[in-house]
């Protein structure tokens, strides 16, 4: 190298020092003439004419600042770019002058230099729009925003399903969000890196750029996106940043509306790009580092970006430049119109309504800007518009959607790995549309096989909202305005061990429990055909059955003809943690399961699983048929959401994050006596409110409770017969940090009612 220096630079007493660089090597060079930087690549045609490219780029900017850029070097013979052995390798070799001064990444950023960052990228690309460069102009490379989708292949590298999730998410919103305002953009040749590595700072003031190697032709607002993501790394409101980012360059170089539209995504495409090459590199070179420098700060990022509400971030960037933010009709329109053509049977959540506009993972966002946490809906099983499960389903309507009077293979596929989940002798499956039309189903199989026709309920349960589901609900039919229960009803007594007959939790009240329900069960003067309960009753107020209530049920309704019937619409699917299925931690296996809610994240599916022997005998009876159920499109979906659990370990996750839940709240009940009860098991659970000093439920202090949480953006419910149960059945990708918020602002919102 030095020799090569030596025969074709005017450079005399040379020094080198190698320096960091993402894909080449370069040196620092100190000679007579000042400091240089040699840059070499290994030759590639294409990466020449590249070079080439960002040379004249660089010559052009000095026309507008002798020192704020490097000044490509000739060699002897005139030319800025030469081919050489280097080091053994045949390489492409240019010179830039180095310019001095400390690099951005080594300060503590604060605003004003991100203030002198947004004006001097602004005159830089004022003075760029002037220029022309073809080969930058057909340049399609993976770091060019507008050319995101090059990334897509190497999301797979990223090891965290987790993480891959969160990439794949964003990834969606920008191809609905930016991908066709794309071509209407303002184009420009931009720098394309203005990163905290490449920009120079002194006395708080920005003085310079260096590494022009990913000058593009691109949308001009790509330059502020990428600029903003590093601008705003570790700040704990990083829109503050880039609002002071915006300003100072909307001052030189004014931005327009529909590139401000865009911006959210854009530096999320900024982030995910980062991430995904980061995790890449990795892959293929562990050795180099530079390449993921800053990949902690960039998932750190990326992670607060989810929190943050597209359109606040939307408003605040009108906000930064003087535009006028737009307002959402006001929300009791939208209820007035919403009346106009639908009941107001169907009850809106709240005292202060939400007027929900998006939603991802654990959160969701309103129309007014406002993130919430959803610790409460629990049928976004695996997080609100998970992407695999939003993929899954695109894919198929595109393919195919049919009845299944129709052979396709993803109803097969589908229904082994859903019965691979269940004990042997559950392998029959029947798929409908709702976890309602799932308990009706089941009802009909129990008549069918054991002709019998009354059903034995749980006290407060719920099984749907059919005839016979509400028929089977006592938590309906015993409503002031139910129906009232039917002759072929039957009800037994939750086995409640906190207000209940018998409290002690182990065996012992389980069997007195059982032993007066069997009671009932050999009175009756009818064959009971079914027993159906959950084993964590929902809207019972979360309420677990007594240990070992199940294991003496299930062999008395057995002995006189009977079923066995367990609802898991809300506890399964590993919802638990210790346990796919809630009945296995009753110890039993039930001779039906009603499936539904959480089965595809969204998607209107249920099923009945059952046993060869009742599939049998209700086949004696008219075809069964559902037009939607077990269609491609929701087999797909569904066994998109069995994956997502696999892969990402959600019922690992909701065994430790409940775990973590009952912990902190256990702690807050020692301070606060009016959380007389916390229950539950995994991310399913209830924490009773009752009166300061008594067990008297307090219905209204948990009503508070609930809407105080929502004012503060936290989704919270309350049910039970008394409505005084908090309940929390958060999606499963729920973490730590949801659980402090919860607890945290629960705590707040006590401490200033007991003053």
């Known amino acids: 190298m030095i020799h090569f220096l030596q025969e074709n630079t005017h450079f005399k007493n040379i020094q080198h020092k190698r320096l960091n660089g993402y894909d080449n090597v370069n040196y620092l060079l100190t000679s007579n003439q000042g400091k240089f930087v040699f840059k070499t690549y290994t030759f590639e045609e294409d990466l020449l004419s590249l070079l080439k490219a960002e040379n004249e780029c660089l010559l052009f900017l000095q026309n507008h600042s002798t020192n704020r850029y490097p000044k490509p070097i000739p060699f002897t013979d005139g030319s800025f770019i030469k081919i050489a052995d280097i080091n053994g390798q045949k390489s492409i070799c240019r010179i830039l002058t180095y310019l001095e001064g400390e690099l951005l990444g080594n300060t503590e950023i604060n605003v ?26 057909a340049r399609k490379f993976i770091w060019d925003l507008q050319y995101l989708d090059l990334n897509e292949p190497y999301f797979k590298y990223i090891s965290n399903k987790k993480d891959q999730s969160l990439v794949r998410y964003f990834y969606q919103q920008f ?49 502020i996106a990428i600029a903003a993501t590093y601008s705003a790394f570790n700040k704990e409101n990083p829109l503050f940043f880039i609002k002071k980012l915006i300003q100072s360059y909307h001052k030189t170089l ?16 900024r982030l995910i790009t980062s991430l995904t090459q980061s995790a890449y590199s990795k892959f293929t070179n562990p050795e180099n580092t530079y390449a993921s420098i800053s990949e902690n700060n960039a ?87 998970h992407p695999k499960v939003i993929e899954t389903g695109q894919r198929q309507m595109a393919k195919l959607n049919t009845n299944t009077r129709y052979v396709y293979d993803i109803l097969a596929e589908y229904s082994e790995k859903l019965l691979a989940t269940f004990p042997k002798n559950l392998n029959k499956i029947f798929f409908v549309n709702s976890g309602s039309a799932a308990t009706d189903l089941a009802i ?60 002690l939790n182990d065996d012992t009240a389980g069997h007195q429990y059982a032993q007066e329900s069997i009671k009932q069960i050999k009175e009756s003067p009818n064959g009971i055909a079914a027993f159906i309960s959950e084993t964590i009753v929902g809207c019972g107020g979360q309420i677990p059955l007594a240990k070992g209530y199940l294991k003496e049920i299930y062999p008395a309704i057995r002995n006189q003809g009977g079923v066995c019937i367990s609802d898991e619409v809300q506890t399964g699917f590993g919802r638990l943690g210790d346990y796919f ?114 067990l008297k439920p307090n219905p209204k202090l948990a009503r508070y409770i609930k809407n105080e949480m929502r004012r503060r953006h936290i989704l919270i419910s309350t049910d039970g017969p008394f409505n ?32």
Not at 254 to 269: Q, R, T
Not at 630 to 640: D, E, F, Q, T, W
């Open 724 to 755: 005084n149960v908090i309940k929390s059945k958060p999606p499963l990708c729920f973490n730590k940090n949801n659980v402090e918020q919860v607890v945290n602002e629960l705590y707040s919102i006590l401490k200033n009612k007991k003053r």
């Open 175 to 223: 191809k609905e969000n930016v991908r066709h305002h794309l071509p209407y953009l303002r184009h420009a040749i931009i720098h394309g890196d203005v990163n905290e590595w490449n920009t120079l700072t002194r006395n708080n003031e920005i003085i310079g750029f260096i590494d022009f190697g990913d000058v593009c032709y691109t949308p001009l607002i790509n330059e």
């Open 299 to 385: 998932w750190k990022l990326l992670r607060k970006w989810l929190t943050i509400n597209p359109i606040h971030a939307q408003n605040e960037f009108y906000k930064a430049v003087g535009f006028e933010v737009e307002k959402p009709k006001p929300i009791q329109d939208a209820i007035n119109r919403r009346y106009q053509v639908v009941s107001p049977l169907l009850s809106i959540s709240y005292d202060e309504a939400i007027y929900v506009d998006k939603a991802a993972f654990q959160y969701m966002y309103d129309k007014n800007g406002n993130t919430f946490l959803d610790a409460y809906n629990n049928i976004p099983h695996v997080g609100h518009s």
């Open 581 to 694: 299925w809630s009945f296995e931690g009753q110890g039993v296996v039930p001779d039906i399961v009603i499936l539904g809610k959480p089965m595809a994240n969204g998607h209107p599916i249920g099923a009945v699983v059952t046993t060869s022997e009742i599939a049998s005998s209700f086949e004696k009876g008219v075809e069964f048929f559902s037009s939607f159920g077990g269609n491609p499109v929701s087999c797909a979906i569904g066994l998109s959401v069995l994956n997502v659990l696999e892969e990402e370990k959600l019922q690992e996750n909701a065994k430790i994050i409940g775990d973590y839940y009952q912990l902190l709240m256990k702690e807050l009940q020692k301070e606060y006596s009016c959380i007389a009860d916390v229950r539950g098991e995994g991310l399913f659970l209830g924490f009773e409110i009752t009166e300061w000093d008594s």
């Open 254 to 269: 004014p931005l327009l509306k529909e590139e401000l539209d865009v911006l959210y995504y854009l530096i999320a495409g």
């Open 112 to 137: 004003e230099q991100i203030q002198s960052l947004g004006t001097l990228i602004a005159e830089m690309d004022a003075f760029l729009l002037n220029y022309s460069n073809e080969s930058s102009k």
């Open 444 to 503: 009909r199989l129990a008549k069918a096989h054991t002709s019998h026709s009354d059903i034995m309920v749980m006290e407060h349960g719920y099984h749907g909202n059919t005839q016979i589901g509400i028929d089977v609900s006592d938590y309906k039919f015993n409503h002031p305005k139910g129906q009232g229960q039917q002759s072929y009803i039957l009800k037994t007594k939750i086995p409640d061990t906190f207000r209940g007959k018998y409290t």
